[in-house]
């Protein structure tokens, strides 16, 4: 049974029900506050870059696949919203001084392209679209693939209909086999993507299309659709190890939340939206969140990921960036704009988050006055993608708590 997802964690001294009550009774709902805020709610993205992998077979037109745009004139807007982006702009271009391409994991979109746009975040929740069959799976396995850490240039489009039905079936073994015998497994890679898989596969099942005339629109929980992907029956055991993937993704992006810290700590971080007052109380509020990050008492110990001599770990390293900058490419093939959407920021989100693990020693060399030139940067792209990525997590867990009710009545 799904709601059988209890006791520790594989690969770490965290237990199920440690991260149940920490995020669910204090972390959940300050970051739910924090990401209504101006600065967390609009990302700029691209969603019309053409697939660089293979010839896109069909155009997705589901209705609840549009992504509404903003538009400075948008009534959502403030009067000021103009001002606000052009000092936005400013703290971008100055922040982006320091960056180093090498360092990131993901494609971050050109925020300066002619068709990269604001998104609202809060307009377009995550939520079920009807986006499946091949063109899905096709996505889902082209980004398990990126487990085999192949030089990221070589992409051969595969064969949608080779793929199993998640309904079960004959081709359900050989999904993982083939990928199996292709390379060699890394386990935490496969981890966090299957974690992320869950969590997205969670969301469309907690704001399910339950009645849709021409009227009325409702969107809520649909327990079958929870079943039929976690329940340890039906899915032959699959569905809880999907679970507990979820928790390991939580640990690794609440991990990097706690070692950004210090970054945020710094004198001079602003989260501008040329409101000073509001942007004060939400840095606050940031770093109320990263404190309680930090004080998360069964931390993952992510050394262990990289475990061996300094040349095997640097070559890990680079591996897992590589993926990562791939991963990125392959979400601009997702048919469907709103599933391309979430599935940008949360990748990019997970990237940033790896990115912050995977420098440490930077991070602790700040410096402590602004006079010294930094050795590590976030842009806002990547600032906001982290806790907005880390705020999927933390919803899929919480929905897990609701979805645990909702079984136990229907018992
Ligand atoms: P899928 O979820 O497509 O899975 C394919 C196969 O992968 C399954 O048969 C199973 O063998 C395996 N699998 C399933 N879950 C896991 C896991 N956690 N770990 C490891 N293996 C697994 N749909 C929406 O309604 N709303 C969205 O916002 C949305 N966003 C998406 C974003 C992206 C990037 C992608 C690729 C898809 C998105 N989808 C979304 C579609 C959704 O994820 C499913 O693909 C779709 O609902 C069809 O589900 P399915 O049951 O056929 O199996």
Same mark, same amino acid.
Request: aromatic share 14%; charged share 25%.
């Given at each position: 049974r799904?709601?059988?997802? +209890?006791?520790n =964690?594989?690969?770490?001294?965290?237990?199920?029900?440690t991260?149940?009550?920490?995020?669910n009774?204090?972390?959940?709902p300050? *970051?739910?506050?924090?990401?209504e805020?101006?600065?967390f709610?609009?990302?700029?993205?691209t969603?019309?870059?053409?697939?660089?992998?293979w010839t896109?077979?069909?155009?997705?037109?589901?209705?609840d696949?549009a992504?509404?745009?903003?538009?400075p004139?948008?009534?959502?807007?403030q009067?000021?919203?103009?001002?606000?982006f052009?000092?936005?702009r400013e703290a *971008?271009l100055? @922040?982006? !001084?320091?960056?180093?391409?090498a360092?990131r994991?993901?494609v971050?979109d050109?925020e300066?392209?002619?068709d990269?746009?604001?998104?609202?975040?809060l307009?377009?929740?995550e939520?079920f +679209?009807?986006?499946k069959?091949?063109e899905? $799976?096709?996505i889902?396995?082209?980004?398990?693939?990126?487990?085999c850490?192949k030089?990221? +240039?070589? !992409?051969r489009?595969?064969?949608p209909?080779?793929?199993p039905?998640s309904?079960g079936?004959?081709?359900?073994? +050989?999904?993982?086999? $083939?990928?199996e015998?292709q390379?060699?497994e890394?386990?935490a890679f496969?981890?966090?993507?299957?974690g992320? &898989?869950?969590? %997205?596969?969670i969301?469309?099942s907690?704001?399910?299309l339950?009645?849709?005339? @021409?009227f009325?629109?409702? $969107?809520?929980h649909?327990?079958?659709?929870?079943k039929v992907?976690?329940d340890s029956e039906?899915t032959a055991?699959?569905?809880?190890?999907?679970?507990?993937n979820?928790?390991f993704l939580?640990?690794i992006?609440?991990r990097?939340?706690?070692?950004?810290?210090?970054?945020f700590?710094?004198?001079?971080?602003r989260?501008?939206?040329g409101r000073?007052?509001e942007?004060?109380?939400?840095?606050e *509020? =940031?770093l109320?969140?990263l404190?309680l990050? !930090?004080?998360?008492?069964?931390?993952?110990d992510?050394?262990s990921?990289?475990?061996?001599?300094? !040349?095997?770990a640097?070559?890990?390293?680079?591996? %897992?960036?590589?993926?990562?900058?791939? %991963?990125?490419?392959?979400?601009?093939?997702?048919?469907?704009?709103?599933c391309?959407? @979430?599935?940008?920021l949360?990748t990019q989100?997970l990237?940033?988050?790896?990115k %912050?693990?995977?420098?440490e020693?930077?991070i602790k060399?700040?410096?402590?006055?602004?006079? &010294?030139?930094?050795?590590?940067q976030l842009n806002?792209?990547?600032?906001v993608?982290l806790?907005?990525?880390?705020?999927?997590?933390?919803?899929?867990i919480?929905e897990?708590?609701?979805?645990?009710s909702?079984?136990?009545?229907? $018992?």
């Open positions: 799904a709601e059988a997802v +209890t006791g =964690l594989d690969d770490c001294a965290c237990d199920v029900e991260i149940d009550s920490f995020n009774d204090q972390l959940f300050k *970051l739910q506050a924090l990401l805020s101006d600065y709610r609009f990302y700029k993205v969603l019309n870059k053409p697939c660089p992998f896109s077979s069909s155009h997705c037109g589901l209705r696949c992504v509404k745009p903003c538009s004139v948008s009534s959502s807007f009067p000021n919203q103009e001002e606000c052009e000092e936005t *971008l100055d @922040w982006s !001084k320091y960056d180093d391409e360092q994991f993901c971050v050109d300066d392209s002619p990269s746009q604001y998104v609202d975040l307009l377009n929740p939520r +679209t009807g986006y069959g091949p899905a $799976w096709q889902w396995n082209s980004i398990y693939e990126e487990n850490f030089p990221y +240039t070589v !992409k489009p595969l064969n209909n080779s793929f039905s309904s079936g004959e081709g359900k073994t +050989t999904f993982y086999s $083939w990928l015998g390379c060699v890394k386990r496969y981890r966090l993507i299957s992320l &898989h869950a969590s %997205i596969n969301h469309l907690a704001r399910y339950l009645q849709d005339s @021409w009325q629109k409702k $969107w809520g649909n327990i079958s659709e929870f992907r976690f039906l055991g699959e569905g809880p190890k999907r679970l507990r979820l928790y939580y640990l992006e609440l990097a939340l706690a070692k950004a810290l210090p970054f700590q710094q004198h001079g971080i989260l501008y939206t000073p007052e942007d004060q109380k939400h840095k *509020l =940031l109320e969140i404190q990050a !930090k004080s998360f008492p069964l931390h993952f992510e050394t990921l990289f475990a061996g001599d300094e !040349k095997e640097a070559k890990l390293r680079e591996d %897992i960036r590589l993926s990562f900058l791939n %991963i990125s490419r392959i979400m601009d093939c997702v048919d469907c704009f709103k391309r959407l @979430w599935g940008k949360q989100g990237g940033t988050a790896l %912050i693990l995977f420098s020693r930077q060399a700040l410096p402590v006055s602004s006079d &010294h030139r930094p050795s590590f806002r792209q990547e600032i993608s806790l907005n990525a880390f705020g999927r997590i933390s919803t899929s919480r897990l708590k609701n979805f645990r909702l079984l136990a009545e229907d $018992w």
